[in-house]
């Protein structure tokens, strides 16, 4: 019996031993995971320019009649706007590619950055997504549009800056993805695809397109998922200091002051 | 040596709760508590650190412990620890919610006394993360770890059936998700958590 209960303590010792060498071993070991080797980021920052059409003064700065007021602003979606609502066109397989194009930014934003969700009323959607055909003419002065123009499929953005302080960014944000060939070519689908991808990156923020055909914000895009270089570019964004904040849509504008006398 | 078949079948079934014979020998203790997380990631994007943990977290806390037949006085003991709470983004004093989560960590091990009053419990075992929205670290599902746990406990008989008991537990594993390891992540981050608890035991 003595020797049973010798041989039980024995194990009970190497179980303690296991146990307080599994403590030391994780002290001891990397403590951090380890991050990804993000590449260098690309210039996602959109260049506004506008003349000042009347004398007016918003939040406190001056702005005269006749002067050019240049700037150089970015935006990413902030915190209090999540999720971002989006309205879809119900054509061509668009709600599909929507959502395909949400969860691939959304698998590359992993600290909860980004969110989104589809909306049945564009009234009160953040951005607007159609398939019209064809592409609109962009809108009046302060409409910045980026377009996308692979081979099958062709993409537009439209962003909305107040003027001419360049601090807002009116919602909606306005997106078009349409095809240029019938929808049962074989390149029209994924065309669609990726330039919904793609055009979703630009109202999440990214405002002008990667030099580098690798990367799903290339101007032409050819890749079906962001690259390291698109997440790295999203990720500095998103975490950088707030640029344009959203505003509610143009019935908010402030109207237009009186020209002076 | 090894212990007998009985005492192995007895452990392994105290798991689903034993016999009612042997309730005599098994002790049960229920603990609630909060329990302080460590950060889960920990990345630079810009000149910010970003770190992920949840916030304190409500914690329920059950074990049974059987005494072992040693020359030493220990007990073989069970424990299931269950926490609620929200991961949190954490940047710049910035604090974002983004996803509720749940953990349940069960550990196999052995208790002694160390002093009037006081035990020592170590064990291993595992720990499963839960949650119900597929968001942020947890998109492509959640993991289930190995732990390895340390508590120490102050028990203080009430009456002749039940015991009060305070806690403080210690436990560690390595976390990582398959959504961090399809985002380039590599290797795991060492996860601390300490929960203060107060229980009964019988």
Request: proline share 8%; with cysteine.
């Amino acid at each position: 019996m003595d020797r049973g209960r010798g041989g039980r303590d024995r194990i009970v010792a190497a179980a303690a031993a296991f146990t307080v060498l599994l403590f030391a071993g994780s002290l001891s070991a990397c403590n951090e995971i380890g991050v990804p080797l993000r590449p260098a980021i690309y210039a996602h920052s959109l260049i506004v320019s506008d003349v000042v059409q009347f004398d007016t003064t918003v939040a406190g700065v001056n702005y005269f009649a006749g002067d050019t007021i240049t700037d150089t602003v970015h935006f990413a979606w902030p915190p209090s706007k999540l999720p971002v609502k989006i309205w879809v066109q119900d054509t061509a397989g668009l709600r599909q590619d929507v959502d395909r194009a949400i969860v691939a930014w959304k698998n590359v934003l992993v600290y909860g950055e980004f969110g989104a969700t589809v909306v049945g009323d564009s009234n009160v959607a953040d951005i607007i997504v159609r398939g019209s055909t064809p592409l609109p003419l962009p809108g009046p002065r302060a409409v910045e549009r980026m377009y996308a123009v692979p081979a099958s499929c062709e993409g537009g953005t439209d962003v909305f800056i107040s003027a001419p302080d360049h601090t807002k960014l009116w919602l909606p944000i306005r997106v078009y993805v349409i095809p240029k060939f019938p929808l049962d070519d074989p390149a029209t689908r994924p065309c669609l695809a990726r330039v919904t991808i793609h055009e979703l990156g630009h109202a999440l923020g990214l405002f002008q397109h990667s030099p580098d055909p690798n990367d799903i914000m290339y101007g032409f895009p050819a890749v079906d998922v962001p690259s390291d270089a698109d997440v790295a570019t999203i990720l500095y964004l998103y975490h950088r200091t707030p640029g344009l904040r959203p505003a509610l849509g143009a019935d908010t504008l402030p109207p237009a002051p009186a020209p002076s006398p | 040596m090894s212990f007998s078949h009985r005492e192995l079948a007895l452990l392994l079934l105290l798991a689903a709760g034993p016999p009612d014979r042997l309730n005599a020998q098994v002790t049960w203790t229920g603990h609630l508590g909060a329990t302080l997380t460590s950060a889960m990631v920990t990345d630079q994007v810009t000149a910010t650190s970003i770190h992920l943990k949840p916030g304190i977290s409500p914690t329920l806390g059950v074990e049974a412990s059987l005494p072992l037949r040693t020359k030493t006085p220990v007990n073989a003991s069970f424990e299931l620890v269950a926490t609620t709470g929200t991961l949190q983004s954490h940047e710049g004093g910035k604090i974002t919610d983004l996803a509720s989560m749940r953990t349940f960590a069960l550990t196999a091990g052995i208790s002694g006394h160390v002093a009037s009053g006081l035990s020592l419990r170590a064990g291993v075992g595992f720990i499963s993360y839960l949650t119900s929205e597929k968001a942020s670290v947890f998109q492509d599902g959640v993991p289930t770890r190995p732990a390895a746990t340390l508590a120490l406990e102050y028990r203080r008989p009430l009456n002749g059936k039940y015991t009060f008991s305070g806690l403080v537990r210690y436990d560690m594993h390595g976390f990582t998700t398959k959504q961090l390891e399809s985002s380039g992540y590599t290797g795991s981050q060492i996860v601390h958590r300490v929960m203060v608890g107060v229980g009964v035991s019988r």
